[in-house]
């Protein structure tokens, strides 16, 4: 089955510093991807829509500016958690669709998840 | 009222037991169904996805109604392996995927 990646998987930062996650889908080409995180205990909740070759489209709440996200290329989405904060300490994964059309059927696939602490 | 709502949970059973888990979702316009697995600190991995005819995967079945608004899941059987969080999930498919997650319902089988 289609195969999402991401790196690091888990990763422990001072409070102030940036942070990239990355997600790629290895074995499919990926227009669009999604970026989910999910604190404990709590279910998963989408953040962004990552679009290849345009912006990224955010969910209300969640902040442009301090979650940048860029989408490179066919493969490859990159999540940068700007200027961290303990309250970011969260579970970031990223998913993607095998399907280019967006259609419902399409199945999402999930990266394996990237648990960071900001201390 | 939450877009996805499931079972509190956590569900204890014995091994061999079946075991039924219910959701229900908000928006009328939602499009498609899934049930997620999840284990610990892991990513979620679909289990099913729910059609309104019902549908059957071995000792797993889910039902939806979409008169009612609910979606559920049934175990038969149920193995140690089957310890998880169960994910209800709902596309509203807004012009494109967009999934809802519930919260998950946890379920522990024992000896």
């Known amino acids: 089955g289609a195969v999402v990646s991401q790196h690091p998987s888990r990763v422990i930062c001072k409070s102030g510093t940036s942070v990239k996650i990355e997600c790629r889908s290895l074995?499919?080409?990926?227009?669009?991807m999604f970026w989910y995180r999910q604190f404990p205990k709590k279910s998963l909740m989408l953040m962004a829509t990552?679009?290849?070759?345009?912006?990224?489209?955010?969910e209300q709440g969640v902040e442009k500016d301090k979650f940048l996200i860029n989408h490179a290329s066919l493969t490859l989405s990159t999540l940068t958690v700007t200027s961290a904060h303990p309250e970011d300490s969260s579970f970031y994964i990223c998913?993607?669709?095998?399907?280019?059309?967006?259609?419902?059927?399409?199945?999402?696939?999930f990266g394996p998840g990237t648990r960071l602490t900001v201390l | 009222r939450k877009e996805v709502e499931q079972d509190p949970g956590p569900f204890n059973v014995p091994e061999g037991a079946t075991v039924a888990f219910n959701c229900t979702y908000s928006?009328?316009?939602?499009?498609?169904f899934f049930w997620y697995r999840q284990d610990c600190r892991k990513e979620p991995k679909l289990l099913m996805s729910?059609?309104?005819s019902g549908n059957e995967d071995g000792r797993f079945t889910a039902q939806l109604n979409r008169a009612s608004q609910y979606i559920s899941l049934l175990i038969r059987d149920s193995k140690l392996s089957d310890s998880a969080t169960y994910l209800c999930?709902?596309?509203?498919?807004?012009?494109?995927?967009?999934?809802?997650f519930g919260t998950g319902t946890r379920l522990l089988v024992s000896p």
């Open positions: 998913s993607a669709p095998t399907g280019s059309s967006g259609s419902s059927t399409d199945t999402q696939y």
């Open positions: 074995d499919f080409q990926a227009t669009t």
């Open positions: 990552s679009n290849e070759g345009s912006k990224a489209t955010y």
């Open positions: 928006n009328s316009a939602s499009q498609s």
């Open positions: 729910v059609y309104s």
């Open positions: 999930v709902v596309n509203l498919n807004t012009g494109f995927q967009k999934l809802v």
